[in-house]
């Protein structure tokens, strides 16, 4: 070998998997000629910089160089881990750059773990509250929607898809999931607008026609229809519970619609005369299958399209079909009284904040919860029928409200048990 000044530095950062990284600067000066001496100077020049990576598992060297060297650099790191640079007049120089630097005591996977930033503890039960609040939000809704009148129930809905129309379209724009959605979801994203705001409107008619409690429970029903629906539709499994809550809830719905062939003539605590509330009950069923309906073609969307431009559809869809249904009926008009206005206006709000509430809790409880939360908008529709109509209800309705909820709980809390048994 020729005469070849050759310095080499190494610097040994030891990983937490015990991974040794050491850099090798390696300088060439004053080679004579030669074969020999031209291959290795190509080869320091290709092996300047290189970064070397080997486990550090107690292997022995015999270089006893080598060691004073590595001993001269732990006694370094020691005193000042924090140098990248050594002092002027040194002959020793820092090659490794600050990304590569390691300062400090290595930390082990698990302390690394702890000093991780932690994530926000959620409160317990948040997601029960915000069900608990969409539920309120929507009996107030079914109350103010009884106390107008003089407004068709079709000229309310149109109100409500006007300012929630108003409501989503600054997020579809923040969100920037455009106006259409995908194209394979359109179809199902259209009969989502189009049932969802059906069933809207037959819950507002059977709220105008009948009992403000009466209306509650068979519109509260749709869960039960939500299984069947997507038993036939989705393929789902349809156990003998299901066919068992279904007979509970229609048992219930005949028992507060008391059908004149089954108890005769004479019924006492109808609201109006027998011809409304019949109409009542009928469009309060259709509605609790449309909304059943509406659920099952939102599991067949899933978590391919934004559930603002589901919303987005249900206002557009709304809107318009009311538009048009109100002007070939005759009944748009403004009412005249400064109150209704304002309530309309409060129906509007609430319901953009029920929606918004439900949508939280869903995201944050499982669904048979929020089920059984929902429960309350029931109890609320009967003090509030009490409260504000001074109208007791009767065994007739206590009977067909306790099947009704029976079921719908039954098939909540299944629900509950079967997402808890898998995860």
Not at 348 to 353: K, N
Request: neutral net charge.
């Amino acid at each position: 070998m020729g005469d070849c000044n050759r310095s080499t530095v190494e610097r040994a950062l030891t990983a937490e998997d015990d991974i040794t990284v050491v850099f090798h600067k390696v300088d060439s000066h004053g080679m004579n000629g030669g074969d020999d001496h031209d291959e290795r100077g190509e080869e320091d020049e290709r092996t300047a910089e290189r970064i070397h990576l080997r486990r550090n598992c107690g292997v022995n060297v015999n270089d006893d160089d080598d060691e004073e060297e590595r001993e001269e650099e732990e006694e370094e790191m020691e005193k000042g881990r924090g140098r990248e640079n050594s002092p002027e007049g040194s002959e020793k120089k820092t090659l490794c750059p600050p990304a590569f630097c390691v300062r400090g005591k290595p930390t082990s996977r698990e302390e690394s773990s702890r000093q991780g930033p932690e994530k926000p503890k959620r409160c317990p039960g948040i997601g029960l509250f915000y069900a608990f609040l969409s539920t309120v939000f929507f009996s107030i809704i079914a109350l103010l929607v009884k106390t107008i009148q003089g407004v068709h129930a079709i000229e309310i809905s149109a109100i409500r898809c006007f300012f929630q129309m108003l409501f989503v379209v600054p997020l579809l724009i923040y969100h920037k999931t455009g106006f259409l959605g995908p194209r394979d979801k359109r179809i199902y994203l259209v009969l989502r607008g189009f049932i969802g705001s059906n069933a809207m409107i037959l819950l507002f008619y059977a709220v105008q026609q009948m009992p403000l409690a009466d209306a509650t429970v068979i519109m509260f029903s749709n869960p039960v229809f939500t299984s069947l629906l997507a038993w036939i539709f989705l393929k789902e499994r349809c156990t003998l519970w299901d066919c068992l809550f279904t007979v509970f809830t229609l048992t219930g719905v005949i028992l507060i619609a008391r059908p004149p062939f089954l108890f005769g003539e004479h019924l006492r605590g109808i609201e109006g005369n027998y011809t409304s509330h019949i109409k009542g009950t009928i469009a309060a069923f259709a509605g609790a299958i449309g909304a059943a309906f509406t659920f099952v073609v939102l599991r067949k969307i899933g978590k391919s399209a934004h559930y603002y431009l589901s919303v987005w559809y249900y206002a557009v869809i709304g809107f318009i079909e009311c538009i048009i249904t109100v002007s070939v009926l005759g009944e748009w008009k403004i009412p005249s009284c400064g109150r209704d206005r304002w309530l309309l206006m409060l129906i509007a709000v609430l319901g953009i904040a029920g929606q918004s509430f439900l949508t939280k809790a869903l995201q944050i409880e499982k669904a048979g919860p929020v089920a059984l939360m929902r429960t309350v908008d029931v109890v609320l529709a009967f003090i509030f029928q009490f409260i504000f109509f001074n109208r007791a209800p009767t065994m007739w309705s206590l009977g067909g409200a306790l099947c009704v909820v029976a079921s719908t709980t039954g098939v909540a809390l299944r629900k509950w048990c079967n997402s808890t048994r898998k995860s």
